[in-house]
Structures are given as C-alpha cells and as structure tokens.
C-alpha cells in the first residue's frame, strides 16, 4: 500500500508564489512518474504537471512559464513550485503516483488565490 501526503497549500493573493510537496510512503516502485493534478467547484480534475522518475517535465499550457514541478528520488518526494499565481488557480491540488498497473492519490491540498 501507498500513501500519498499533500502538504503547502493555502490563501495567497495575485502574483504570490506557493510551494506544495507530496511524499509517497510504503511499497514504491521504480520507475514510476509522479504528478499534480487540480480541481476546482464544477469543473473535472485536470493535469497541471507530471515528473518521471528520470526527471522528464510535462505541464499543462495555462501553467507553463509559472510553475515548476520536480523531485526528491531519495525522499520519494515531489515538490510544485508555484509562481505569478491568478486567481484562475484557485483548486485542490492532488499529487497523483502511477507506474504500470498502479496507481495513487494524495487526498489534496486546497490552494485559493485571491485577486
């Protein structure tokens, strides 16, 4: 079993920056590609970022150029530096874990910007 804990969220105005972490706990395995994922009132859980294990990026168009995601291999730990936040980004924030027929959820952080 895996464990996932979110953790820096929070209430931030406009242009602020927030940093959140989620580390994965229990059987883990290698290679596998961690990821953060949002959702907001009404709308579907959508991808803000994803890392594999050898550190390969992927982000979402509306939050390139402002958030940077990485990781911790050691610490079994990914981290979603947020930047120039918008109110736009008001959501959950869940730190997803997968890798061939796994996968994980964090049980989310709430980050609300205000304008």
């Known amino acids: 079993q895996v464990q996932l804990v979110e953790s820096g969220g929070g209430l931030v105005q406009a242009g602020e920056s927030l940093r959140l972490s989620c580390v994965a706990s229990g059987s883990i395995f290698s290679p596998n590609i961690m990821g953060w994922y949002r959702q907001s009132p009404g709308k579907q859980r959508g991808l803000v970022a994803t890392i594999t294990s050898g550190g390969n990026t992927n982000y979402a168009d509306s939050v390139k150029g402002r958030f940077t995601i990485s990781r911790d291999n050691a610490k079994n730990t990914v981290y979603l530096q947020m930047d120039s936040l918008k109110p736009e980004d008001t959501a959950v924030y869940y730190c997803?874990?997968?890798?061939?027929?796994?996968?994980?959820w964090g049980q989310g952080t709430q980050v609300t910007v205000s304008s």
């Open positions: 997803r874990l997968w890798g061939g027929s796994y996968m994980y």
